[in-house]
Nanobody, 125 residues
């Protein structure tokens, strides 16, 4: 089991940057693929990016490609999401999640067993 705590959200102007962090408890962080998801107001939760256990494989949603970067530090039990060139449509609650059930990075939120509480990102125009 792993517990996840996100941080780094906030209010930023369009074109700005934020770096989200997700700190995991426990000694088995390295055994989980990790994902960042977001849920805009009134919409369903969607994947933003995912990263494999070793960090060697990543996935990005089309909306995130070229602007966001997911990374992880297994020694620090932390996964990051660097977000650049932010747009108002990036406004959402951002969640990190852990998936122990697959070798490959999965994009369906139902596959992720563990979730953080979320952090709000608001991008003003």
């Amino acid at each position: 089991q792993v517990q996840l705590v996100e941080s780094g959200g906030g209010l930023v102007q369009a074109g700005g940057s934020l770096r989200l962090s997700c700190a995991a408890s426990g000694r088995t962080f390295y055994s989980y693929n990790m994902g960042w998801f977001r849920q805009p107001p009134g919409k369903e939760r969607e994947i933003v990016a995912g990263i494999s256990r070793s960090g060697g494989s990543t996935y990005y949603a089309a909306s995130a490609k070229g602007r966001f970067t997911i990374s992880r530090d297994n020694a620090q039990n932390t996964v990051y999401l660097q977000m650049n060139s932010l747009k108002p449509e990036d406004t959402a609650v951002y969640y990190c999640a852990a998936d122990a059930g697959s070798y490959a990075v999965r994009i369906n939120s139902r596959e992720y067993a563990y979730w953080g509480q979320g952090t709000q990102v608001t991008v003003s125009s």
